[in-house]
């Protein structure tokens, strides 16, 4: 089978470059000495999650037989598939304790994490409590606690034994232009979370886990101590978002939408394709950094950005709008035509498929099809 074959739109997943993804990040982590925790919010994959684990840094510190998760479908999903070390890195609410109790009871070994006294105390009454870690706010100011706020110790309290620790995310890391800003965030996120842990551990409560990560700061960071390990997810694939803040190259991005030309527009240089929002996501981040990609960017069938900046300009429900670079000559394929685009924010165009047609060099040869889990 080959990419010609295929029905359009259609996600294709380019193994060699998630290989050197997921090699450059072990490395990354390795050479820290620190435990590599993949996220696999994005990927939803036990076949990319296996390629993930297999790696190991220099010291063999990315060793890692665990991941992080973002649903409770995702932590029963690869529960099947034998994982048994899993962080569910979204606050729990009490209603769904019991349906972690039933994922532990079958041997799935998930943690939880919450910012609240009120959860904290319900996770301890109930009759099977979870491992919980307390979630710190590092910047982000989405959820958790400053390192200093009062409550973190009374919620340890209310834990007792079932504490395992405090977790963060550098969210905010997206926000940075530069290097120096991605190492400036990495260095608070981990100051602010080796903070939390250590007046923990002087109040008397243990915390053995210190969980940072985002794939910028993990990156970017040059000092972990502290830190026992660092979760990533986006790093795997890429997309054009990441590509513009530095954490990685273009010819880095491993998955883009394949689409077919449905249309013309020459008096507007325009073409229409079948990739739409329902394909490609309705994401715009790359809009906040001065390289507005709209809604991806045109691709040939080797994956490479070979159009100038022809991007997806606007993304209706099954129909794309693609205006040609207008440093280029016009050109305008044939119907039917095929060209893949790479994805502004590859988390939530990934999720809209719910498989992957894997290749893995330029003859557009389909190797193998990876099934996608999904649902909450």
């Not at 491992?131 to 606690?145: A, N, S």
Request: with cysteine; glycine share 10%; aromatic share 6%.
């Amino acid at each position: 089978m080959r990419l010609s074959d295929l029905p359009t739109p259609c996600l294709v997943l380019d193994r060699r470059i998630l290989a050197r993804n997921l090699a450059n990040m072990a490395y990354a982590t390795g050479r820290h000495g620190v435990r590599l925790r993949p996220h696999m919010k994005t990927a939803k994959s036990i076949d990319v999650a296996r390629m993930a684990l297999s790696l190991n840094g220099p010291e063999g510190a990315a060793d890692s037989g665990g991941i992080t998760v973002s649903t409770l479908a995702e932590a029963e999903y690869f529960a099947g598939h034998g994982l048994v070390d899993m962080i569910y890195a979204v606050g729990i609410t009490p209603q769904k304790l019991d349906q972690v109790a039933k994922l532990n009871a079958s041997g799935a070994g998930l943690s939880i994490i919450t910012d609240d006294l009120d959860v904290a105390a319900a996770i301890a009454t109930h009759p099977a409590p979870a491992r919980t870690l307390i979630e710190i706010d590092t910047g982000e100011h989405r959820g958790g606690l400053s390192p200093e706020d009062d409550a973190l110790l009374a919620i340890a309290g209310q834990l007792g034994g079932h504490l395992a620790g405090v977790i963060t995310h550098a969210g905010h890391s997206y926000g940075a232009r530069s290097m120096q800003d991605l190492a400036r965030i990495a260095e608070d996120e981990r100051r602010g979370a080796v903070r939390a842990a250590q007046r923990l551990r002087e109040a008397g409560f243990a915390a053995p886990i210190v969980s940072v990560g985002s794939s910028p700061t993990a990156l970017a960071g040059s000092n972990f101590d502290g830190v026992t390990e660092i979760r990533a997810g986006v790093y795997m694939f890429g997309d054009l978002f990441q590509a513009e803040i530095g954490t990685h190259g273009i010819a880095d991005i491993a998955v883009s939408v394949l689409t077919s030309v449905i249309g013309h527009r020459p008096a507007q240089r325009r073409l229409l394709v079948d990739a739409g929002a329902i394909a490609l996501s309705k994401d715009r981040s790359t809009q906040a950094t001065g390289n507005d990609q709209g809604f991806g960017l045109l691709a040939d069938m080797a994956g490479r950005a070979a159009f100038g900046r022809t991007v997806v300009v606007t993304a209706y429900q099954e129909h794309g709008v693609v205006e040609l670079d207008p440093k280029m000559p016009l050109f305008m394929p044939p119907i039917g035509t095929r060209f893949r685009i790479l994805p502004n924010h590859t988390c939530l165009t990934a999720a809209a498929h719910d498989r992957y047609f894997v290749i893995d060099d330029d003859s557009e040869t389909v190797t193998a099809i990876w099934p996608r889990t999904g649902g909450w």
